[in-house]
């Protein structure tokens, strides 16, 4: 029986080495400083646009506010339609260059053309552009599209606590400037401010129980700053000057609220639900989470009224 033990004439061969080429030497491709703001001329586009982009965000860095929007609007008209990822994050940049230019008008037009854009993508991409959004309306002082912003980003995160304390501020921001044009007639802000702070302190108390609520299980440094957040956040509340009964009653319903959504789980993730497909109300869990908080605030607000609002 023929094994296949035998040895190969190959086998006794002497192999020889492979020749090696004569040396090259190796340049390394080394960049100079600045090589973006040289020779910005010339060159394909993609180097062309590598350029605008570097120098854009050189200048941004070094607070060349104006500098960086020019390099950017430069470089918008390079970028294809189609790729929106380049085309947002250049748009989001130069949105930043106009807010910090205190050009409200600019900021708040691309800043909202951004989250339209975005409506169809994944929801990452739109909690940055609404994060952005809620940044140029807070710079600009329009607390009603802030307010919006945030109420929306709530919805998307509801156990990230400041999103919350965020929106509370916007409440109250809005409850301030509505308060000063409504000066010559006090008497009926007055009958709306227990509505409005019941807002204002549902979203204060919410955000502190969430952060408690990791206390424990967070690091130190963590810890620390949350500890220090929710004192901030007691310090707001105590100013607002409402009635204890009040706090008490956001408490228990926020607290009822985190503890059904801790129990229940993400609905609207899990069973892919989108708005409108069936059901009483149409909307996903997390955007039932405001709902229920608004309505809650709307209990809260009827209460309070009817029982410190008389008279």
Known sequence: MDLGLDFDDSDFETKQKPRVGPLTSYNARTCSPLWFEKSAGGGDEELLAQR????????????????????????????????????????ESLCRCYMKLRQHTESLQLAKKLVEMMKTEDEARQRQTLILYAQVCRCAGDWKGCVCALEQLAGQQSHYAQFWLQL?????????????????????AQHHSTYRYARIVTCYVRARLLLESVLNTVGQMARERNEKTIQEIEKEISQLGVSQDLT?????????????????????????????????????????????????NDRLSVTLCEEYGRG
């Open 52 to 91: 605008l982009k570097f120098s854009g965000d050189y200048h941004y860095h070094a607070e060349n506010y104006e500098a960086a929007a020019s390099k950017y609007r430069q470089l918008l008209g390079l970028i294809h339609e189609n790729n929106t990822s380049m085309r947002q994050d250049v748009e």
């Open 168 to 188: 509370g501020q916007a409440y109250h921001q809005l409850e301030f400037s509505q308060a000063c044009q409504q000066q010559q007639q006090r008497e009926k």
């Open 248 to 296: 008490d009653y956001a408490i228990q319903v926020m607290r009822t609220d985190i503890e059904r959504q801790d129990f229940t789980g993400p609905v609207g993730d899990s069973d892919d639900r989108q708005p409108g497909d069936g059901g009483d109300s149409g909307v996903s869990f997390t955007q039932y989470t405001v709902f229920t908080a608004c309505c809650l």
